[in-house]
């Protein structure tokens, strides 16, 4: 599986904006999930999808010496769902691109309406070298330039129906602690990234979003859509090994703020928002037995 999640480029202007392009494939839209509607591709997927088309943006302003890793997302906003073979148009553009820092906005839109924004997001940038080879860089950019929607790719991740191994406390509508290990073996770590692998932002905040879910739903049965993500921040590296100890404390009806720990150290946070969304009762049994083999 590939933890890429464009599948062409349709127009760059270096240094300013890009367009791209990913079809939701069945896989994605059909992996077992514990939170949302059924059938969609994961909303923090969507941002990662984004997310990588401003990657490819960044490095050809800056000749693949530079790449992308993002350390702040002030505003997230996910208007709707991503179904499958829906074909998501990526947009991305630059607001301000100094020295080792980069800021940018980007959208994504299904049939020319949007269904997420990001505002202002900030970047590091890391020397390319050190996560993966230059020239490969280079010529995975060409062929996604000549890349055409014309298929759905069957190679694309998909995330493990939970990505959380145990709940450690549980105060049911008040606040979860829960542990997890970061595979060394996990399939996304062989293109985040080949030289130096490191946990993608977004599986970060797909851990908080699966617990927040859980927290809000106060032990009913309701299931909730994420909303908003407000005032993400990824502050260290987590790396294949560490064992992440989530907290996730609910701080009004629908919202809960979330933080990644690993040895103490505060690595992610963030506040993540939802609304009540509609599933069948067979969607709300799966996922309750998906909940029941961990805690």
Sequence with gaps: MQFNFVDGIETLMPGDRLRAFHRVSPGE???PRVYGPAGCMLPMLVFEAVGQAAAWLIAEATE???RLLVVMVPHLRLLAPAPQGSLLQLNAEIDQLRGDSVRFTGNVKIDGKPILTAEKVMGFLARLETLTD???SM???EALMVAEATHTRDDVFVPPELLIDEIVAEQPGERIEAQT???TDAPQFADHFPRRPLMPGSLLGEIVAQLSARV?????DQQFSLTEVKRARFREPVVPGDTLWVVVTRNSDLGAYGEVFVDGDLKASGQFEFTPVE???VERARRARIWS???
Excluded: N, Y
């Design 134 to 136: 230059p020239e490969a």
């Design 181 to 183: 290990l970061v595979p």
């Design 216 to 220: 809000v739903a106060d032990g009913g």
């Design 64 to 66: 693949h010496k530079r």
């Design 279 to 281: 599933v069948d009762s």
């Design 293 to 295: 083999s961990i805690s």
């Design 139 to 141: 010529h995975d950019l």
């Design 29 to 31: 839209a059909q992996a």
